[in-house]
């Protein structure tokens, strides 16, 4: 049973290095120019240096996206910046556009990943795209499970999916409702999600595109079963609480398949974790079967501000430790801390000291610094939340 990749999105350098921390074994992100996420943060070309040797130093891989949908305009420039990249590190790009690819290999020593917004669906797509080069494929996120494992065994090509996130309401990203509606492009990093806003459609229901999120928690062990090399997790503007959850469960999940300890008990625990840490109901999509009405929202939606997050450990001197609080909590509440290590701890606030070592009662102040005596070892970067797990 070949170990698989835990890809991890990173949309600022933050975030990166809390990806690699929290169980990443790579992570991709974009650069300031060519990305699909123009309204996240992004890496300059000095972020992408910094951030190549922060993952490298811990066995990790960087993916630089360039999957924008390249007009003439947006061609001046992108050779000189892929050479800038390359030598800021990065081990590979992943692209849309096909006339990156010979431009690459033929002159660097890095791989190149197909975007998942070429939709690749069928096995003769990527047994052309390995005799051009290409050393992996991103699947179209609208491949049933059954047809992953075709292209698998009949390419032996490195095949990556998603496995947890927000999904396109459209074919992989193909989509022109941001370019009508608000002049953004959507395949040129401008996507204003309009498959999310809600339209009136009489007097009492409004109409929404949104799908459900997705969350393959549950088929792992089958997954890796049919030898897909990297499962990719969604969401270069998720918070990076949000990122320590989600990999920090993947991971356990993942490594109790390889150990062969998986048990029911397990999974549903991660699966609650999971449930808890998104704001939108999930699926399984096009994996087990077609997508359908059961994977829609249609009538609107729910969508709940998470603040289970509480707070981050920054420093320790003996049982103290300074958290970067986040959320409002007090003494007296149970909390639970997640750490880069995968473990859960469980504990009540018995004290707390602002800033100055005076004692405090209630934290509430996002972005103050306090500081909370703990009798457990704790790494830097371990997370404070709300409990998930009884």
Do not use: W
């Not at 020593?109 to 797509?125: F, G």
């Not at 969350?215 to 079963?225: A, E, G, L, Q």
């Amino acid at each position: 049973m070949k170990r698989p990749e835990l890809l991890s999105p990173a949309g600022d350098l933050d975030r990166l290095k809390i990806a690699c921390i929290y169980g990443a074994d790579a992570v991709y992100i974009g650069g300031r120019d060519y990305s699909l996420r123009a309204n996240a943060n992004n890496f300059s070309l000095e972020e992408i240096k910094e951030g190549c040797e922060f993952a490298h130093k811990l066995g990790k891989k960087v993916y630089l996206t360039l999957n924008i949908v390249f007009h003439n305009e947006d061609i001046n420039g992108v050779y000189d910046y892929i050479k800038e990249a390359v030598l800021a590190g990065i081990d590979a790009f992943i692209v849309s556009d096909l006339f990156l690819v010979n431009y690459i290999k033929d002159n660097f020593k890095v791989e190149v990943h197909l975007s998942t917004q070429d939709s690749i669906t069928n096995v003769e797509s990527v047994k052309y795209l390995k005799n051009m080069g290409i050393d992996r494929v991103v699947l179209a996120r609208e491949v049933r499970g059954c047809d992953i494992k075709k292209i698998i065994e009949e390419t032996k090509m490195p095949i990556e999916v998603f496995i947890h996130g927000a999904m396109c309401t459209f074919v992989s990203g193909r989509c022109v409702l941001s370019n009508y509606f608000t002049g953004r492009d959507s395949n040129r990093g401008g996507c204003a999600q309009i498959c999310r806003f809600l339209f009136d459609i009489n007097d009492e229901k409004d109409f929404s595109m949104a799908v459900k999120d997705l969350n393959m928690s549950k088929y792992i062990k089958d997954m890796i079963d049919i030898g897909i090399a990297s499962f990719k997790i969604e969401g270069r503007m998720r918070s990076p609480f949000y990122l320590a959850v989600v990999l920090s469960s993947y991971k356990r999940i993942i490594e109790a398949v390889l150990n062969n300890t998986l048990t029911d008990d397990i999974l549903n625990k991660e699966i609650t974790i999971l449930s808890k840490v998104s704001n939108r109901e999930n699926s399984t999509h096009f994996y087990m079967k077609d997508a359908d009405i059961s994977d829609q929202y249609y009538l609107g939606r729910n969508e709940n501000s998470n603040q289970d997050y509480l707070g981050i450990v920054i420093k320790k001197e003996n049982n103290l430790y300074t958290i970067r609080q986040r959320n409002y909590f007090k003494v007296g509440d149970d909390i639970e801390i997640i750490t880069p290590n995968l473990d859960i701890i469980k504990l009540s606030v018995n004290n707390l000291l602002n800033e100055h070592n005076e004692k405090i009662t209630v934290a509430n102040q996002a972005d103050s610094i306090i500081k909370i005596e703990i009798q457990e070892e704790l790494p830097l970067y371990s997370m404070l939340r709300k409990p998930y797990l009884d």
